[in-house]
């Protein structure tokens, strides 16, 4: 095994291993559990960081070994995955230096960072598997690891978040392991190619491969949170903040929007999607998550609901970036992977530290907390309006990419959704912004802990905030930039549609 | 004619010890039922299955049963058969459709018994259903003796139940002491008898435990206490005989219980005379044998 | 040959010498020991027969006795059967170290009694003989029940049921085996298994010792003796008669279709078996998942988890494809190990939460985590999820039914099943996951127990690594 | 009718009223005897199928020999399991549920 074989295996077990051990840790030992954290977090980006280079200069990250019949257990590092793993190995650092900062002085913290390493080794797994076999077994391992985080707190409540979370997705993961064994037995489980595999399947399988395709989107459709598979999602938000931040940005929901960008493009490809008409209800559906949980976002009254279906929304991006099938739209939909993850991620560190600081959880008790915690107002102003789309963020790159999309693909009205939709986001996030910074307190903050440092807040829970927020407006300045994610992209796109 | 008559009688019985109203009536019926059947048996040319039958179903079981039925409550709650007419119906069908299957096999002949004849100046022993427990198919036997410790070590796992030891019948104790050396005669004879005619190691066991029962309800017999390395024994010592002869076969010689032809006699003399003894003892106290004596 | 009568006969010997060992009424110490040992020189020359027969691939039988065919009893040594030699050793060594570390002290009559189930066991396996198999069933419902009635005067009903009905269903076969004597006039199976006909005395032979070997072997709809024996018994005997009993008779089952029965007649039974499976499934899931007690649970598991087999036998007998004899072997080992991990499992939080009610698991993830991982990695493997030993059966199953669109809804059935097994499984999982009371003094763990839960839980949770040589292998040992 | 025929006959149908009899009776002794008489059904059957060759045949008699050894052990274990059952479980004739938590 040369080193190009063994960087895959090295960028899972960097999180996998520290997480096994800080299980066996005791409750007081934090800084060795810091240390393993800190540890694994380095090691991982330093993979990352080579594997990027590597696969920039065209080297091939590959490694497999038996696991079933006609289905290997392959790790691959190819362009498509190193997108989301970097936005893993990037958001883990950030997130575990959050969730240290914001869990501070509460009990489990062994089993809640043994978990939240784990979860991230199964995110980095699905970004890396080479086949569905194998992505099956890390969205399975996710769905496991996860179900600890969201159940953090114990209580009934979280209890009952639990329970919906797990019978969505593991109806979702039954399904997804069906539709797996059916593409398994018209042709084993090959690697995931640009352009598709399943091109060479004989056309009389077409009602199969058309099943195979609804089992396989229906599964991945609940952890990308399609409407009506979204349930569990809002729900989920008893978690422990960092737990929602990784959910929403890194781990559980990209993961199934990921899955239904490797279906589309290197098992079905689509060329074959086309033959066989299969996206225009897939793309119908996006089409009305995208605006319908934008309406459902408007009614929430609690700050993280309404995050939480504003991710629903966000997501049915990436799902219609992929599904159009054109290049530019694919290029929209595989940026905004990445720009939704920071910005969102962004609006939830902010959410959290209102909450751990000020008490507040709901949107009416925000009313002028900019002047109470300015930098976090900030942080949390930059994502809002990235949501928005408004220039020069992040956000309005992966609009403009999808809106071009549509229109270049035919379908104009795609570029109308976008308007729509892009207004019913400054409606359910300018007025935040408006309250935060313009309103003027009403009463007393619900609590009230303000940090011996003198910062606003815990700086554990500041540094990571704004650094995210940095990255959301460098995205959108630097969009130009070979390196930056709409580069890469554009190089993923350049290898799926070989025009 | 007879037959026919005997048939119906033992039918009748069957079904009158179960739905007889009290539970006395149904082992009396039950313990006739057995002896009954002993009498088919004798009729159906199997004179020592008989015996068997009569010592063992009819004579051990019926003691286990009046002897449980000393010791349970009395039945408190009249037997409320639940849809007694479905499951009439059902096992009716059953017996129909077993019937056509059993009825063809009249005419068939199987290989297996001319198979003996040949083989038994080989088998060591002068009778064809002794051959085939101890030799031909001594395995199973084997194992049954095994079954037979199971059920022992079963009871002894049991708490012990308590009871009023029944008071011994005078005429029946003074009986039993002169009958005890006449049975344990008997039982020698019917060993030795086994490997000729009818007769062998079960038969012998059974009427050794048959009088040791006996013995025991009339407080003839000393205490007895598992913790006594002969009680250990005589359980285990058959079983043992066997698995040791197994072993060493299959070690030294031709195979799994293959006895050399040279020994072959003398073996399966070893073999009966140990089971004899085991189960003699195993089948006293599966019957009488008190749960303090097992546990200590 | 050899090798697999010593592992017979070593347990065997061990359980005379025990009983003779039994002295005074406490326990003698050194009797667990050699209880173990023995069992763990057992699973070697399981092994050694496993490896010379899985090499040559070859079947060899031997004639008890010396005597010729058909008149002596047959035992036969194939593959599967080394294989399922060494499973049965393998458990039994687990449970008997849980039992040795086991507070407050076991029985002493534990250690003959479960030597005994060890030999009825690997009779059972290698007998040929359907006379003397069901001279060995008899051998293992005795033992079977003795041990349950190790735990007292509360078992003792359970046990009662289970015994009067074991020895019904024996007789059902017993009749069953005197209609095939009177239409062959053989008991060796390897004979019959070439001149049976599918007329209506054999069919009828068929279905009768198909019932009793059903009602022994818990398969639905004949299971309802099961759940109150194993939730009364002693926590190892448990593990022994969910792991090991049931499937006993499960494999004479498997020997009656899949060798004996002419094909027509399989073919027949085939859709019955595995409609019969699905049922289980969903039937045992449904009361497992309403169970109130954390070993009624697991029982009820197992009722619904023999419907996976009985499904894979189904289909076998149905489709005549060779890979549903891989998962239905699968799934007996799989279900097997994550059955002796979860009711030992189950037994330390009997005696750690000092409950028997589910609800008492509430918070154990922080109060016995290891534990509580041993339960939760056996229970995901009963889901079947990946990479576990249940997710490899389940796709052995399920894999195989998408080739051809005809057999599509068989699928359901598994998918069925999943939901059902994640409900129940979930169910307790999730309460682990309660805040605990922290009130609660710190327990004094066996460290030793706990592990001992765990590791066949790990063994079952990474099967499916090796799952590629696993079911090829698996493909060549159920050839025969 | 030959006698082998009608003891068949009566065999199976001893052995169908003892199932019956397990299915429907409810007092564990008599539920024994019901199981018994299976036993008695069965052995009769194949004393029948022994007694159809002259001599009759001999391993079909040893087999019998063996379920009567069996079904004595089997039997004498269930009775004395039901009289410790019927002193030691308070003598309820329904299954007892496992009582509440034993903390």
């Not at chain 1, 002028?368 to 949390?380: D, E, H, K, Q, W």
């Not at chain 2, 409320?80 to 017996?95: D, E, F, N, Q, Y």
């Not at chain 2, 140990?274 to 006293?284: C, F, G, P, R």
């Not at chain 3, 028997?356 to 056996?378: D, L, W, Y």
């Amino acid at each position: 095994m040369n080193w190009t074989n063994a960087l895959p295996v090295v960028a899972v077990f960097s999180s996998l291993l520290p997480g096994l051990l800080i299980f066996a840790l005791r409750e007081q030992q934090q800084g060795l559990r810091t240390g393993l954290n800190l540890l694994g977090v380095t090691v991982k980006l330093i993979v990352v960081g080579v594997m990027l280079w590597g696969v920039s200069q065209g080297l091939d990250f590959r490694v497999e070994a038996p696991f079933l019949p006609g289905g290997a257990l392959i790790l691959h590092g190819d362009a498509l995955s190193l997108q989301f793993v970097s936005l893993s190995a990037v958001l883990w650092m950030a997130t575990t230096i959050y969730a240290i900062g914001y869990l501070r002085g509460t009990p489990l913290q062994s089993r809640f960072f043994g978990y939240f390493s784990i979860c991230v080794s199964a995110t980095v797994g699905v970004a890396l598997a080479g086949n569905l076999i194998t992505f099956l077994l890390f969205y399975e391992l996710l769905t496991l690891a996860t179900y600890p985080l969201v159940v953090h707190r114990g209580t009934r409540e979280a209890l009952d978040a639990g329970r919906s979370y797990l019978a969505y997705t593991v109806a979702g993961g039954t399904l997804l392991l069906m539709g797996i064994a059916v593409l398994h037995a018209l042709s084993g489980s090959p690697q995931f190619v640009p352009g598709g595999y399943l091109a060479s399947v004989p056309a009389r399988h077409g009602p199969a491969l058309t099943v195979a395709f609804a089992l396989l989107i229906t599964g991945l459709g609940v952890k990308a949170a399609l409407i009506p598979l979204h349930g569990w999602l809002p729900k989920a938000m008893v978690a422990p903040t960092p737990v929602s931040a990784l959910l929403h940005a890194v781990a559980v929901v990209k993961a199934g929007a990921f899955g239904i960008v490797r279906v589309i493009y290197d098992v079905y490809g689509a060329e074959t999607l086309e033959q066989l008409d299969l996206t225009a209800p897939l793309i119908a559906v996006a089409a009305f998550t995208v605006i319908f949980a934008s309406l459902r976002a408007l009614q929430q009254r609690h700050l993280k609901r309404r995050l939480a279906y504003s991710t629903v929304s966000q997501l049915s991006y990436i799902v219609l970036g992929a599904a159009l099938l054109g290049p530019i739209a694919a290029v929209g939909g595989l940026v905004h992977l990445i720009h939704q993850g920071i910005m969102k991620i962004t609006l939830f560190f902010c959410a959290g530290a209102f909450e751990k600081t000020l008490g507040v959880h709901r949107i009416s008790e925000m009313d002028g907390i900019g002047r109470r915690m300015p930098l976090t107002m900030s942080a949390f102003t930059v994502g809002a309006l990235g949501m928005t789309g408004i220039p020069p963020t992040a956000g309005f790159i992966s609009k403009w990419f999808l809106a071009a999309g549509g229109l270049e693909v035919g379908q104009p009205w795609v570029v109308w959704l976008f308007v729509v939709s892009g207004l019913l986001n400054a409606a359910y996030f300018l007025p935040l912004v408006y309250r935060g910074w313009f309103s003027i307190p009403t009463a007393e903050w619900p609590e009230d802990h303000q940090p011996e440092s003198g910062w606003e807040t815990r700086r554990m829970l500041l540094l990571p905030t704004l650094f995210t927020a940095l990255l959301t407006l460098l995205m959108g300045l630097l969009a130009g930039s070979a390196l930056g994610p709409l580069g890469w992209s554009q190089l993923i796109v350049a290898r799926e549609f070989p025009l | 004619m007879v037959d026919l008559a005997i048939g119906l009688i033992l039918v009748a019985l069957a079904i009158g010890a179960l739905l007889s109203s009290t539970l006395f009536g149904s082992l009396t019926l039950f313990f006739a039922f057995g002896m009954l059947m002993a009498v088919a048996w004798a009729r159906l040319h199997a004179p020592d299955l008989a015996l068997a039958e009569a010592a063992i179903g009819a004579g051990l079981t019926g003691a286990l049963l009046f002897n449980a039925l000393n010791k349970s409550p009395p039945e408190v709650i009249k037997e409320r058969l639940r849809h007694p007419l479905s499951v009439a119906l059902v096992c009716a069908a059953i017996l129909a459709l077993l019937v056509v299957s059993l009825l063809p096999s009249l005419d068939q002949v199987s290989p297996l018994p001319p198979m003996v004849g040949p083989r038994m100046d080989a088998s060591g022993v002068d009778y064809p259903v002794t051959a085939v427990l101890l030799n031909f198919r001594g395995w199973d036997t084997l194992l049954e003796i095994a079954v037979l410790l199971l059920a022992l070590l079963g009871v002894k796992v049991l708490l012990p139940t308590h009871t009023p030891a029944p008071q011994p019948w005078s005429l029946l104790l003074g009986w039993s002491k002169t009958l005890a050396p006449v049975i344990v005669v008997v039982g020698g004879y019917l060993l030795w008898r086994g490997s000729r005619g009818a007769g062998g190691a079960f038969q012998a066991g059974a009427l050794l435990a048959a009088g040791a029962v006996m013995l025991r309800l009339n407080h003839v017999l000393p205490e007895i206490r598992w913790s006594q390395l002969l009680l250990r024994i005589s359980v285990l010592i058959g079983l043992a005989t066997f698995l040791t002869v197994a072993i060493a076969t299959a070690s030294f010689g031709d195979g799994w219980l293959t006895y050399p032809s040279a020994y072959s006699k003398a073996l399966i003399l070893a073999i009966e005379t140990t089971a004899t003894i085991s189960i003699a003892a195993t089948l006293t106290l599966l019957v009488e044998g008190e749960g303090d004596e097992l546990q200590s | 040959m050899n090798y697999a009568l010593a592992s017979l006969a070593i347990p065997f010997t061990v359980a005379l010498l025990t009983l003779l060992l039994q002295r005074r009424s406490e326990a003698n110490p050194i009797v667990p020991a050699i209880t173990v040992l023995a069992t763990a020189v057992s699973l070697v020359f399981a092994g050694l027969a496993l490896e010379t027969q899985a090499v040559s691939g070859a079947v060899s039988h031997l004639n008890v006795g010396g005597w010729d065919s058909p008149l002596a009893i047959r035992l036969r040594l194939t593959p599967l059967k080394a294989l399922l030699l060494g499973f049965v050793a393998l458990i039994h060594l687990l449970t008997g170290l849980y039992a040795w570390r086991a507070k407050p002290k076991i029985a002493r009559d534990y250690w003959p009694l479960s030597a005994l189930l060890h030999t009825s066991l690997a009779a059972l396996i290698l007998s040929a003989d359907i006379f003397n198999l069901y001279v060995t069933l008899e051998l293992l419902s005795l033992s079977a029940v003795a041990l349950v009635c190790l735990s007292g005067p509360k078992a003792y009903t359970p046990a009662l049921y289970y015994l009067l009905l074991s020895l019904g269903a024996s007789l059902c076969y017993l009749m069953g085996v005197a209609v095939i004597y009177g239409q062959y006039g053989v008991l060796d199976m390897t004979v019959l298994a070439g001149i049976m006909e599918a007329d209506h005395s054999t069919r009828f032979a068929l279905l009768l010792m198909t019932a009793g070997l059903m009602l022994k072997g818990a398969l639905w709809p004949l299971h309802l003796w099961l759940p109150e024996a194993h939730t009364y018994a002693p926590t190892p005997v448990s593990a022994l008669l969910s792991g090991l009993v049931v499937k006993g008779p499960l494999f004479i089952l498997w020997q009656l279709w899949n060798n004996l029965a002419p094909e027509a007649l399989a073919r027949e039974m085939g859709p019955l078996f595995a409609a019969g499976g699905v049922v289980a499934l969903v039937s045992g899931g449904w009361s497992a998942f309403r169970a109130p007690f954390i070993k009624t649970l697991v029982a009820y598991s197992t009722v619904a988890q023999l419907g996976y087999a009985l499904m894979g036998l189904g289909l076998l007998l149905f489709l005549q494809e060779r890979i549903y004899a891989v998962a239905l072997w699968l799934f007996v080992l799989a279900h097997g190990l994550a059955k002796v991990s979860m009711f030992l499992a189950a037994g330390e939080m009997q005696t750690l939460l000092g409950s028997k009610r589910v609800t008492a698991m509430r918070g154990a993830t922080q109060t016995i985590p290891i534990t509580m991982s041993a339960f939760a990695i056996a229970g995901i493997s009963l889901i079947g999820m990946p990479p576990t030993g249940g997710f490899l059966a389940k796709w052995s199953l399920l894999e195989p039914l998408f080739t051809q669109a005809n057999h599509w809804p068989w699928a359901s059935g598994v998918l069925l099943g999943t939901f059902v097994s994640a409900a129940y499984v979930f169910r307790a999982i999730a309460l682990g996951f309660y805040q605990a009371p922290m009130s609660r003094e710190p327990r004094h763990f066996d460290r030793v127990s706990q592990w001992l839960a765990l590791l066949p839980a790990l063994l079952v949770g990474l099967m499916a690594f090796a799952g590629q040589d696993l079911i090829a292998w698996m493909a060549g040992v159920t050839q025969t | 009718m030959s006698p082998e025929l009608l003891y068949l006959v009566v065999g199976a149908t001893i052995w169908a009223v003892g199932l019956g009899g397990l299915l429907l009776v409810h007092h564990m002794l008599r539920r024994v005897i019901a199981v018994n008489l299976m036993g008695s059904g069965v052995f009769l059957v194949l004393v029948a199928l022994a007694a159809r060759s002259s001599p009759p045949d001999p391993v079909l008699q040893a087999l019998v020999v063996t379920g009567l050894v069996v079904a004595i052990s089997a039997t004498a274990f269930a009775v004395r399991l039901a009289s410790a059952r019927a002193q030691h479980s308070s003598g309820t004739p329904e299954v007892e549920r496992p009582g509440g938590d034993e903390s």
